[in-house]
């Protein structure tokens, strides 16, 4: 197999949407079948999330949005969870990962502790997305939902993406 490298050095755009496409199906079935051994209480890190951080900060955030709706539709229906409500929640996380793509930087961000804030800020807003369908105002006040559902969740799911970043930085050979 051929591997088609552009003007920059990077891989071809077919090469590296494929490697997405495998990864988020490879991703959706992990967090089908194994996240139960994982989970801390009702606390399950979204592995998903992490792939949608990940390319809008590699891609820009017009491909992030995208790869955030793809993931979040092929989540819900791998899941049978209600249509559109991940697709909704890891398109607009996305959207905020977006905002700190910086062409030609995707190493440096990816590969240093900016990612795991921006991990945790995408993840409280898809958090804050997804939860706000499943939570009737009368259920559960405002500040325990924050806490459980906002906080604790991304803490979570930013503890697993340290690998991600781990896995860039032996990438760079750091």
Known sequence: MKIIFDKKGRKSPAYRFTYYAIAALILSVVN??????????????????????WIAVSEGQFIGIIAGFLCGILFDFVSHDVIGTNALAKTAAAFVAGWFYKENKQNVTIGSFRFLAIVFVSS????????????????????PFFLKYGLATSLYTTVFAVFAMLVKLQRKGV
């Open 124 to 143: 409280l807003v898809h958090n804050m997305f997804y939860f706000f369908f499943y939570i009737k105002s009368t259920e559960i006040a405002f500040f």
């Open 32 to 53: 089908i079948v194994l996240l139960d051994f994982i989970a801390v209480g009702t606390l399950t890190p979204d592995f998903l999330l992490i792939l949608c951080v």
